[in-house]
């Protein structure tokens, strides 16, 4: 099991259904390779007052290879984060290069929503439940961006009162 995978171990130990939670994680192959797999466990009883009780006699767990997925996954991220740094940088050097300062700022603004959907990728990439994004840090990296992108720090005080922490 690599070593930042132990937490999904107590996952499956302490899953309040077994069976129905998929856990993705790395486990070394002979070669010394990481290759990623999902997995879930199913309990088994012995009997069916067994059952009722919970009283689980042995386990089962299923796991399946989803290296290529994991890896396709991670190459699309780097892309897109890539595209999007290009752009960002592209418009920036435009913007740079213009008299009127209308334009210039319309660059600018394009710039930074560029930026700030680069931002909602990461959060989402990173996300282990698209369902459940740290919104509270999401939020403050926003805010964060914004101010330096208009190069009013100092300037502006934030207050986020929101119930996740960063």
């Known amino acids: 099991m690599h070593p930042e995978d132990?937490?999904?171990t107590e996952k499956f130990h302490g899953a309040s259904e077994p069976g129905h939670q998929v856990q993705e994680f790395r486990c070394r192959h002979r070669n010394g390779r990481y290759l990623w797999a999902a997995g879930s466990i199913f309990p088994i009883y012995e009997t069916a007052e067994d059952e009722q009780i919970h009283n689980v006699n042995m386990v089962q767990v299923v796991a399946q290879d989803i290296t290529e997925r994991k890896e396709a996954e991670e190459e699309i991220h780097?892309?897109?984060k890539n595209n999007l740094q290009i752009i960002s940088s592209l418009l920036h050097l435009q913007a740079a290069r213009l008299d009127d300062s209308a334009l210039s700022d319309a660059f600018q603004d394009s710039q930074h929503r560029i930026r700030s959907m680069a931002l909602i990728h990461e959060e989402l990439y990173k996300s282990e439940?698209?369902?459940r994004i740290d919104f509270r840090c999401y939020t403050t990296r926003l805010v964060d961006n914004l101010i330096d992108s208009f190069?009013?720090?100092?300037?502006?005080?934030?207050?986020l009162?929101?119930?996740?922490?960063?």
């Open 6 to 8: 132990i937490d999904v």
């Open 161 to 166: 009162d929101m119930d996740s922490h960063c």
């Open 129 to 131: 439940d698209l369902a």
């Open 151 to 159: 190069a009013v720090g100092g300037r502006i005080a934030t207050s």
């Open 78 to 80: 780097h892309r897109v």
